[in-house]
């Protein structure tokens, strides 16, 4: 049965007043029934998704988590571990306690999204304001245009690979710059239909994905006689100390990993059927899926000391040398599906909401995704992955310390300072109960900036190193306790209760 939610009656910007009933709630799902089509904060795309729109059930949303899980990054992993002395099982476990871990503000912040159909650039605006949500916004935007550029020019490596086989003899000049672009433009069209095609695109690729990593491990583990010597391989740790010295950092690297879809997880969720699908979708999917594609790399890795003489970890270096030039063609297919499905749902999404919402009447999805694929070239991701160390230690660790200090602040402003209650009205409103002080809201900056801070002491002062190491978990929780401290002592009472939705 649908009950019509009653808001404060008050003026939105340019004097309006406001609707007496804004929203309509169905079986614990928000509907905003009030027009803000010319509110200067809207546009079809950040629009709060319709509450017969949204038909993402469990499956839905584990193959969407099956479709980002399984790429190349994932396959090589593992590979940074057991090169800083981690044995297989000690990678495997840190990979798989990191993601456990991320899961949880997963959902927390995805329960939000499913509540009020909203993407993650119009949260934010509760805890920040209409306009300071820019800030969080754009600071997830860049990470995941890095990862943009990182996932493409994978990608593009794998169709260069395939295009080798197809034809012999090509080599043209600056080949493999031609494959980088014409994967980038495959990304870039994809993403310009919208996040229906995307849905559709994930769930007939996950089963596909899944059975052709279990395809490449059968054939190692054939072709070697076993799984070869690198899962025989013991920690070279000596001591449990030094495991620790390693384990911190990494497990923190593996929580960065996904840390960027802990935010912007609302992007997918606005579409969920409710939240218990929303939650088994994502348990089912990301641990599961992440620890199993890993393990399929460390494994397949292993058995190719045994069949080539040498430790191949990049997948596609691997497949090129397949004797079988048409089982070689299918698995390096496999592969840039694998890349695509990661990089539409994990890269593009996020970002082209992002910057959706730095200028809504102007900018929308499509625009949104194009400025997310130059920004990605721009940051050549070619110089991120040409060490694993910098890689894992350098860009997971660092951008982990900024992306877990706006999900404290995320996570202490809707479910402590809120109670899990916002006006989707004023969300989408200058003016309203979100407005601040000129948009912004102050308090959440300071304890943005306050995470940060502490996070990242350790990077320069030494003997505070410990504190970078961990710097999702220290950034999110210094955001998280300012928020409250803050929220406490304000004396305007935003966040209380006129946000507060009363049906």
């Not at 260069?160 to 197809?166: G, R, S, W």
Request: glycine share 10%; net charge positive.
């Amino acid at each position: 049965m649908a009950i019509p939610s009653q808001q404060n009656r008050g003026a939105a910007a340019g004097g309006a007043a406001r609707p007496a009933v804004t929203t309509r709630v169905e079986n614990g799902l928000h509907e905003l029934t009030a027009d803000v089509s010319g509110s200067p904060l809207y546009n079809k795309d950040l629009a709060p998704t319709g509450i017969h729109h949204r038909t993402w059930g469990t499956y839905n949303i584990a193959s969407l988590w099956i479709g980002m899980s399984v790429c190349i990054p994932t396959y090589m992993l593992a590979s940074g571990l057991i090169s800083g002395g981690m044995s297989w099982g000690q990678a495997l476990f840190t990979i798989f306690l990191g993601n456990a871990i991320v899961l949880v503000p997963m959902v927390l912040n995805a329960h939000a999204g499913t509540k009020y159909g909203v993407p993650f650039p119009v949260l934010a605006r509760a805890a920040f304001g209409t306009i300071g949500s820019n800030v969080p916004a754009l600071m997830r935007a860049l990470v995941a245009c890095g990862w943009f550029g990182i996932q493409t020019w994978i990608g593009g490596k794998a169709c260069h690979e395939m295009l080798k086989i197809i034809v012999p003899a090509w080599e043209p000049p600056g080949a493999e710059w031609i494959a980088f672009f014409a994967f980038w433009l495959l990304n870039i069209v994809i993403c310009v239909k919208g996040p229906e095609s995307i849905k559709v695109f994930e769930a007939l690729s996950a089963p596909f994905l899944i059975v052709v990593g279990l395809g490449l491990l059968w054939w190692a583990i054939d072709s070697a006689g076993g799984l070869g010597p690198i899962l025989s391989q013991p920690s070279k740790f000596a001591t449990t100390g030094e495991f620790i010295k390693v384990f911190i950092p990494s497990l923190t690297a593996m929580v960065g990993y996904w840390a960027t879809l802990a935010l912007n997880i609302p992007d997918f969720t606005r579409f969920a059927k409710g939240q218990r699908e929303q939650m088994l979708g994502q348990a089912l999917g990301l641990p599961t899926t992440m620890t199993l594609y890993a393990f399929i790399g460390v494994a397949v890795t292993s058995a190719t000391v045994v069949i080539f003489g040498e430790a191949i970890w990049d997948p596609v270096v691997l497949l090129g040398r397949f004797a079988n030039p048409l089982v070689a063609l299918v698995a390096l297919v496999s592969l840039a599906i694998a890349t695509l499905t990661t990089n539409i749902a994990a890269n593009v999404v996020s970002p082209a909401n992002d910057f959706a919402n730095l200028w809504p009447r102007k900018i929308n999805f499509a625009r949104g995704s194009i400025i997310t694929g130059v920004i990605g070239v721009l940051m050549m991701p070619w110089k991120l992955l040409e060490d694993f160390g910098a890689y894992i230690f350098g860009w997971l660790i660092g951008y982990s310390g900024f992306l877990g200090t706006i999900a404290g602040v995320l996570i202490a402003d809707y479910y402590i300072v809120r109670r899990r209650n916002l006006s989707l009205y004023d969300l989408y409103v200058r003016g309203g109960i979100y407005e601040y002080r000129g948009g912004v809201n102050p308090r959440a900056l300071v304890a943005l900036a306050s995470g940060i801070l502490v996070a990242f002491v350790g990077l320069v002062f030494r003997p505070l190193r410990f504190l970078y190491d961990y710097a999702w978990f220290v950034g999110f929780l210094v955001a998280f306790v300012m928020t409250l401290v803050l929220a406490k002592r304000a004396s305007d009472g935003a966040g209380a209760s006129p946000d507060r939705v009363t049906a």
